[in-house]
């Protein structure tokens, strides 16, 4: 299960800046992730519950922004959302390699005081 760890460096990234900012409570922490990451949404929300526990972050909020895939195919030369992990072409049934959006995965914001 990934999530875990994703939700470790995040609070750790989260934490580090918000001390640097002189903050003493985290009370959101907005993620972007795109779809081709294979992130279980309930994986990751279970996962902040879990471990936000004695952080900056106790009671913070989660939100995530979900980016969805985009592939691009050389052969048609336009953008297409692929069906499932593999990323084949709508109109020429060539797979594409080439993911253009939803690979994301970071920290967009934080809110503290």
């Not at 109109?91 to 080439?98: A, L, N």
């Amino acid at each position: 299960m990934h999530e875990v760890g994703i939700i470790q460096s995040a609070l750790g990234i989260a934490e580090s800046q918000a001390r640097a900012a002189g903050a003493t409570t985290i009370h959101e922490i907005r993620l972007r992730i795109g779809q081709m990451t294979g992130v279980v949404p309930e994986a990751l929300e279970h996962a902040m519950t879990v471990l936000r526990g004695g952080t900056l972050a106790e009671n913070a909020a989660l939100t995530v922004e979900y980016v969805p895939a985009v592939c691009w195919c050389a052969t048609c030369e336009k953008e297409f959302a692929p069906k499932g992990l593999f990323g084949e072409c709508p109109e020429c049934r060539v797979p594409s390699s080439d993911v253009r959006r939803g690979l994301e995965l970071e920290i967009v914001s934080l809110e503290v005081d």
